[in-house]
């Protein structure tokens, strides 16, 4: 099992900043791609931004320019920086990890969702 935790979100004003925080842990033999998802109020969990395992990442143009991820491998954690929010961006946001177990299983895991509200 793998297992993941959030941390980083609350209120924050618009054009503010905040760093979400995520790890993982349990029968890890190795993190592959990491990512961070969002879903707001009546609309569908989309995708933000996502790390694989060479550093290569990927961000859905809404947020381009405004969030970065990061990973600590040796903490088995992933990172999403921030900047510039705007009201839009309030949404539960959940990390996620596909993983590979000591056991050599392939796992997809999903943290709890942090809620990230925007508002002045």
């Known amino acids: 099992q793998v297992q993941l935790v959030e941390s980083g979100g609350g209120l924050v004003q618009p054009g503010g900043s905040l760093r979400l925080s995520c790890a993982a842990s349990?029968?890890?033999?190795?993190?592959?791609?990491m990512g961070w998802y969002r879903q707001a109020p009546g609309k569908q969990r989309e995708l933000v931004a996502r790390?694989?395992?060479?550093?290569?990442?990927d961000y859905a143009d809404s947020v381009k320019g405004r969030f970065t991820i990061s990973r600590d491998n040796a903490m088995n954690t992933v990172y999403v920086q921030i900047i510039s929010l705007k009201t839009e961006d309030t949404a539960v946001y959940y990390c996620?990890?596909?993983?590979?177990?000591?056991?050599?299983?392939?796992?997809?895991?999903w943290g709890q969702g942090n809620q990230v509200t925007v508002s002045s």
């Open positions: 996620s990890a596909d993983s590979t177990t000591m056991a050599r299983v392939s796992l997809a895991a």
């Open positions: 349990g029968s890890i033999f190795r993190i592959n791609t």
């Open positions: 790390i694989d395992s060479g550093d290569s990442t």
